[in-house]
């Protein structure tokens, strides 16, 4: 059943919708045609919402490839397709994937790695090997530096 709501009601809600966390335009328009609202309401509102600061696309960009690097340890490929889903500009996915160090980036690939090539214990060695890349793929990180990554692991069990 849909919420029908006048455009003033639909603008304290919204309101309060964008205070809680950062949201994409896209969250916020879905949402606001939820409300039963019409497109030339849902454009003043946005605009408004914009003008004073409850949405900023960089922000929402910027804040969404940190946090998901950080907790979810995704890589830039993962990351980059989310931030399309959500229609943000790429202008702004360049600069919130920007944000991200790259010496903690090759970091945690390299954690990420390890940690699943010791899960992967009774394995055989190709197997293991397959499994880390489809991972690590998964993760969203990019085929150059897995190879990279794939390489150093093979350097590791040679010394081993």
Not at 55 to 74: C, S, V
Not at 102 to 122: D, F, I, M, N
């Amino acid at each position: 059943m849909q919420q029908k709501l006048t455009p003033e009601k639909a603008l304290q809600k919204i309101k309060h919708y964008c205070a809680y966390r950062e949201r994409s335009h896209n969250e916020v328009k879905q949402k606001l045609y939820g409300f039963g609202l019409h497109k030339t309401d849902v454009e003043k509102i946005i605009t408004y919402l914009i003008e004073e600061n409850y949405l900023n696309e960089t922000r929402y960009a910027t804040l969404f490839a940190g946090g998901h690097f950080r907790q979810k340890k995704w890589g830039r490929k993962k990351i980059e397709f989310e931030l399309k889903q959500q229609k943000i500009s790429t202008y702004n996915i360049k600069k919130a994937l920007a944000v991200i160090d790259e010496t903690e980036y090759l970091q945690t690939l390299q954690q990420l790695a390890l940690k699943k090539w010791k899960c992967l214990w009774g394995n055989h060695y190709f197997t293991k090997m397959a499994k880390t890349q489809a991972y690590l793929q998964q993760k969203g990180y990019e085929s150059g530096l897995i190879h990279q990554q794939i390489q150093l692991l093979k350097e590791l069990i040679k010394t081993a």
